[in-house]
């Protein structure tokens, strides 16, 4: 049988176009969202209602169009935003591609009305299945009004596909979101019959994304960094706001969301340390640049960009988080905190002393106040008021030898005594191995430990590691390391159990690793090996000791594991518990 090649009718065409830009209900009211932006409107409104799969209408009051204009916008690649293939270059609007709304016409039934300013009457033009059954005068304001039906309703085998009425609404949601928090200048609204939003048109959009985070806001803090090429700006999530997948991640560029794995793994990486390897954090990132510096075109759907410096667009993002969660204020309600490096208290660290069993200040007792119990020492310079968050929480008590119970300005706040001395250790040990002065001490009963097999032609690397933190050695021979010092960060450190437990860790490996001495592995070993564990009673002293050297780490929201170091609970939650809201 011989085969003819012949171009395809429009129906097929749109049908194919509709395949790649129509995915789902949300991928219809994406589409209408964009062009209603595009259409200079200050005011948008969208409405899910009826049987699944929903009709969905979205309203604006931006230009609108004459009834000719109408008729070439139902046509596939026609727009207003492109006029020659330089402005391919410098691509600011939503869309261009001039196929969304033939595509969704072409698997629903369409309604348009429009009217430009100026005009007495709007047109109303119907579609369905892409063909045109009726274009007659109508009445309406000024803007244009998109009502789109039955969606797929032609195409069963598309429908099949969708997903549940609940995943389906949630998607949504999310599309909805994802264009109106950084439209900044347009007031959005949404409704599904169960429950409205609105975005007011004076928002900005960080504030957006501050209420879209609801009650969560709290654990956000600000971030904001700029290279030559991209500014970036907007949220990071503390530790205490996790995902196990990417749902909290909200990337914006130019004012359109996007998906990137490239940032996707900036982010993971600037949370290293800070949050599980299995958990995701929440962020809200703005980044702003050129228009001919991002490829918005790469991706039917417009998820995806391509940037002309990706690398430095992840450094920079990686940098702003970093920079964020090192200097963070504490969440609302309480005082801020920065960390600012600083040498090693004289006293020592609160891990040093053997432990304390007379705790005061039991919890149900009454909390001493602030000055009944003066610290041992006091840190040089002074901070003004609402800069040392940790030091100024009241410990009241210890519950399960585990958590500080501690009086805050706004309310309740535990701590975990090990994750938090956890990572005051690493802190000290990190800046100790980028360079810092902090100081070592030689110990009264020097280690000597053997290298494993696995070790002998790395030994280069074992002593460099060493060298860089802190560490005192003296070699033995071929295979041994006599350890007489190290860190004084490390206290009454149990140096053999570590070696033993690195080497052990080494011999497991089918493969060596190309870094031998993963330098965060070991630091997080070593001061998770060093601190004070659960179930250590801590004196009133020590405990405020703790506290404060916590205002002095990097990221002292969580250990070096991921796991939370506090957490509080607000007055008003606490009223609220005891029904005092009244």
Known sequence: MTRTVRPLPDEVVNRIAAGEVVERPASVLKELLENAVDSGASNVDAEA???????????????????????????????????????????????????????????????????????????????????????????????????????????????????????????????????????????????????????????????????????????????????????????????????????????????????????????????????????????????????????????????????????DLNELVRHAIGQALGETPAPTGFPAYRWEPRAAPRGGRPGAAPPDMSLTGVVGGPAPPPSAVPLPWEPPGTEGPGERFFSSLVPVGQVMGTYLVCDGADGLVLVDQHAADERIVFSRLKDRYLGGNAPVQRWLHPEAVDLPGVLRDERPAVEAFLSRAGFLFELEGEGGLRLTGGPAALGTFDARRWWEELCEFLRAQETLPKDVFDADRELWRMACHASVRGGDRLSTDRARLLLAELDRAVAAHSCPHGRPAWIRIPRARLESMFRRDG
């Open 49 to 311: 209602s009826g049987p699944f799969p929903f009709t969905l209408r979205v309203t604006d009051d931006g230009s609108g169009m004459t009834r000719e204009e109408a008729e070439v916008a139902i046509r596939r690649h026609t727009t207003s935003k492109i006029v020659s293939a330089d402005d391919l270059e410098r691509i600011a609007s939503f869309g261009f591609r001039g196929e969304a709304l033939p595509s969704i016409a072409s698997v629903s039934r369409l309604r348009l009305v429009t009217r430009p300013r100026g005009q007495g009457a709007a047109t109303e033009l119907v579609l369905e299945g892409g063909v045109v059954t009726a274009v007659r005068d109508a009445g309406g304001p000024p803007g244009t009004t998109v009502t789109v039906a039955e969606l797929f309703g032609n195409v069963p085998a598309r429908r099949k596909f969708l997903k549940s009425e609940r995943t389906e609404l949630s998607h949504l949601w999310e599309v909805f979101h994802g264009v109106a928090i950084p439209g900044e200048g347009v007031a959005f609204r949404f409704a599904d019959g169960r429950g409205t939003f609105l975005y007011e048109g004076r928002e900005s959009a960080p504030d957006r994304a501050r209420r879209h985070a609801g009650d969560d806001a709290q654990y956000l803090v600000p971030v904001d960094l700029s290279s030559a090429f991209f500014r970036v700006f907007g949220f990071a999530g503390l530790p205490q706001l996790s995902r196990a997948g990417g749902s909290g991640l909200w990337f914006f560029v130019n004012g359109r969301r996007f998906r990137d794995r490239g940032l996707y793994a900036a982010v993971r990486e600037a949370y290293r340390g800070i949050l599980p390897a299995d958990r995701l954090p929440v962020a809200y990132l703005f980044i702003t640049c050129s228009p001919s510096e991002a490829d918005v075109n790469v991706h039917p759907a417009k998820t995806e960009v391509r940037f002309r410096y990706p690398r």
